[in-house]
């Protein structure tokens, strides 16, 4: 957290309380905290102060696993929101911050009661050191009396549960210590009423048996101090246990050791000796377990500086623990190792290392690697408890005090990592694992992506070759990102291009451009990474297991809930679960809310073992759960775009069979329909491939896309893909699909400029528009050959198609389609003369049309100012184009937006007025540059003009050229020979 941050929340004046029922003061007033939910949530964000905790891991943390709510992140924005209310309260509302779709609270340690409490331990630890034991004393007490009953008391959630027990602990440490120096210093009145009191608060704590024996001995009650002694025999053999620690305490006391000091207490000056505590001057070992560093690692400065930082800061209040998760291949090990190899010098006391096989069937047992910790730290083997809790209690007493760097490699879970994590602050964990480790108390999460595609490219160069890579540095790219980007996978490459000199990389690039046996050939001597990608995913459940492969399916960057539901055939709840669970994981990446997508090699070996695990004929059923669901979510989305009655844009007849998603307005319908492009593409091409899937309902979806979207890229997509529609239903005999496809491909290369092209592409549909469950489809298609004759500048061809496809739509009752089509018969009225039929039939396409907000609202407004325009009434027509333009903008239509804005500058022009020409052209020119073509053009002309009587002669030949070169190429003769007679004009 940045200094200005602390300043501030330090400012605030704010202070919390997690040792007891969670509260919280601004000076002397309490804060209203709300519910119990609500505070989970904030105990959650003060327990990790400064830094950013992601919604799928608050939700993990405080929600209830039976019951979780319907909407998680509505409940945590919910939270949220009264949270920073309250704090807004007390002029604090800044230290709330929502970041990239989570959270984080800006408050410094020292407002924090285990801020404090931390502190004040560490400060005992430092003056124990000194010597200082009075003092030492002195400061656990205080830090003790902190505590005010259960810490987050009656709190739900895993995450306070979690807590509560790691504060808790933290406490019996704390009096443990505390204890033991009352022993030392002999001079507690209360010390063994408070050692009985600990004995029967923690009866398996054997620590405070000894002390209390240890006590008794040294008051000369040596028969009370057996009595102790045969009292916790008898406990721990009726549960099973041993304690080797109260064993070697009564020896000692038997043959009156003189280290433990002598009933009166003269010269005691030392704690007692206990298992794993060397006697005499033997200087404990120094364990170097570290493997060795990987020679050639690269890049990852980021990661490492932020571990560095973290693990070599200044003293810290607690144990230090930072987990790193990521993707197995992705570097995990090896950044680790590199770090805790470079702090060498921080940890003179030793570096710890095990792999404790989470990814394995039989992950390692946290009793089996206390086991190699305790011998590595000189414990003998006949002092190691055979009991996990014992075995536990004796390694975090070995390493208090001493300064040890523990690498806990490959962990499963965080319940196999507690045991494992010292309690002494002069100790530091690293941990790696293949999951998020959300339930480890106080840990700081480091979260390994792939590398950067330059840090790839430099590993790639440092294995097979600098020389090589930057004699073919394209293919050098190419292979890289086949690998994606993953470390693992770079250097198997790169090993494979190192063994074998006279291999060129392109060769390589172009064997792994095949996903079918990318992985196979991603292996070298005894590495693989499809078995490294099999163990991340050979412990998943078999919902989990069939979620991934499915989910992997269709050729899409990311899938949100409900189309992964979708594939999946479960509700969005179960989805979510599903999902988050493999985010978890790391199986699946979430860059933000409701977005889910894979890493490219997990994806190719997810499809691999699709292929091996899944029937061919549920797959076709996962894929036409997911178009049935696209395609009412579509049909949703043009409904609320052009607000229209959904069975008047029923071209042909395709049912759907659930509801689909829903929108409020036009922009959101619009705004999922751009973001769903993949997807859609996705289904369709699987569509063409698979024929056990539905041609119709297939093309009514390319239709919606072709409905709702706009702009240059938008139209080339759906125009191939209406190609392939087209070509799938020829070859299965669908001749509604097919005409359907076709009309869609008119349309689009209509919009594309491609007139010649969308002429014959529409002819041939309307050969299909035979019957009569096909009229609509057949108006539909009219009005584009309307369009068409008239974009070719054919206005006397275009009329009669469009009265034609008026005339259907008005019996068919679609006003609204009619009224479309009225506008563009209007237009083409104004340009053969016919203006008052033309000003008639645009005001009627205006009635019809604007009814509510809609693109049809809009696109009627635009056609009535065009008419206006023509017909010389150019105050009303700029009204309506502007009105138009506004809701063009709003809807995100590119195309729309750069045709209103020339009818504007045309008014403008028209109307003597060069200057706001000028202007209107400029600012929609960048619009009709996406768009290209004839509009860019038109627009180019009027531009020209406008300069040209504004006497800026150059810049206006310039445009002038360059609408010329348009023309030229659409095959536009007469706009080509206007523009040439302009520029003959300026001489």
Sequence with gaps: METTAVERAAGAGLRFRLLGPLAAWHGDRRLALGRRQQQAFLAMLLGQPGRVLTSARLGDGIFDEDSPPNRPRSVLATHAYRLRRELRNHGAEHLLVTVDGGYRLDVPAEALDTGTFDLLVAGADDALAAGERPRARELLTRALALHEGEPLAGLPGRHAAELRRHLAERRVDALESRLGLDVDLGDSPSCLVDLDQ???????????????????????????????????????????????????????????????????????????????????????????????????????????????????????????????????????????????????????????????????????????????????????????????????????????????????????????????????????????????????????????????????????????????????????????????????????????????????????????????????????????????????????????????????????????????????????????????????????????????????????????????????????????????????????????????????????????????????????????????????????????????????????????????????????????????????????????????????????LWHANSYARAGAELRRCLELCDGPDRLRLRANVLQLLGANARALREFGAAIGPLEEAAAVFQRLDDGTAEGLALGELAFNRAQCGHLAEARAAAERCAELTGAQVSISEAVGRYYLARVLHLCGDLAPALDAAEHGLERFRSFGMIGFQAATGSLIAHIHLAAGRERATVRAAEEALPQARQVGGMLEGTLLRVLGRALAGLHHTDRARACLTQALGHFERLGLASDAAEVREILRGLG
């Design 198 to 748: 600990a004995v029967f608060a923690h009866p398996f704590r054997e620590r405070f048996r000894a002390l209390l024996m240890r006590e008794y001995h040294l008051s000369g009650r040596p028969a009370e101090a057996h009595a102790v002694y045969a009292d916790a025999r008898r406990f721990y053999r009726a549960e099973g246990l041993g304690c080797p620690e109260l064993d070697a305490l009564h020896a000692r006391v038997l043959r009156a050791d003189p280290a433990l000091g002598t009933p009166g207490r003269p010269g005691v000056h030392a704690r007692p000796d206990s298992p794993g505590q060397p006697t005499g001057s033997a200087r404990p070992p120094v364990p170097d377990q570290l493997p060795a560093a990987v020679a050639d690692f690269t890049g990852r400065q980021a990661a490492v500086a932020e571990l560095t930082e973290v693990l070599a800061g200044p003293d810290p209040g607690a144990v230090v623990i930072s987990a790193v998760n990521g993707i197995g291949g992705v570097g995990k090990t090896s950044l680790a190792v590199h770090v805790a190899q470079a702090l060498g010098d921080r940890f003179p006391d030793g570096r710890l290392h095990i792999d404790l096989r989470g990814a394995q069937a039989d992950p390692l047992d946290p009793a089996e690697a206390l086991g190699a910790f305790l011998t590595a730290l000189g414990v003998e083997d006949r002092e190691i408890p055979a009991d996990p809790v014992e075995r536990a209690a004796l390694y975090r007493t070995t390493v208090t005090g001493r300064r040890l760097l523990l690498l806990l490699d490959n962990a499963a879970t965080a319940e196999q990592i507690a045991p494992l994590l010292p309690g002494s602050r002069t100790c530091a964990v690293l941990v790696t694992s293949r999951a998020w480790l959300t339930a480890l108390p106080g840990a700081r999460h480091l979260h390994l992506d792939a590398m950067e595609p330059a840090e790839a490219l430099d590993l790639l160069a440092g294995i097979a070759g600098r020389a090589r890579t930057e004699a073919e540095p394209e293919a050098a790219l190419a292979i890289v990102t086949a690998c994606g980007l993953l470390p693992l996978a770079v250097r198997v490459a790169g090993s494979r291009l190192a063994a074998d000199p006279a291999q060129t990389l392109g060769v390589l690039a172009a064997s792994l451009a095949d996903e079918q046996t990318r992985l196979a050939r991603l292996a070298c001597h005894q590495t693989a990474v499809e078995s490294v990608l099999a163990l991340s995913c050979a412990r998943l459940s078999a919902p989990q297991a069939r979620a991934m492969r499915l989910l992997a399916l269709p050729d899409a960057p990311e899938l949100c809930v409900a189309a992964a539901g979708a594939l999946l055939g479960s509700g969005p709840e179960e989805t979510r679960d599903l999902l988050e669970t493999l985010v978890d994981l790391n199986l699946l990446q979430s860059p933000a809310a409701d977005r889910y997508g894979f890493h490219d090699l997990l994806r190719v070996f997810a499809r691999q073992r699709s292929g091996h695990e899944d029937t061919p004929a549920s797959v076709t059923a996962a894929f036409a759960r997911l178009l049935d669901f696209a395609l009412a979510s579509a049909r949703n989305a043009e409904e609320t775009a052009h607000r229209v009655d959904r069975a008047r844009r029923s071209l042909i007849e395709a049912t759907t069979t659930v509801p689909g998603q829903e929108f409020g307005t036009v922009e959101s319908a619009t705004a999922w329909m751009r973001s769903r492009t993949a997807l859609h593409r996705a289904v369709i091409d699987r569509a063409c491939q698979d024929p056990g899937l539905p041609l119709a309902e297939t093309a009514d979806l390319l239709d919606k896309m072709g409905s709702v979207l706009f702009g240059r890229g938008y139209i080339a997509t759906v125009a191939d893909l209406a190609g392939q529609v087209a070509a799938a239903a020829l070859a299965r005999g669908d001749r509604a699909a097919e005409a359907l496809a076709r009309s869609v491909r008119g349309s689009m």
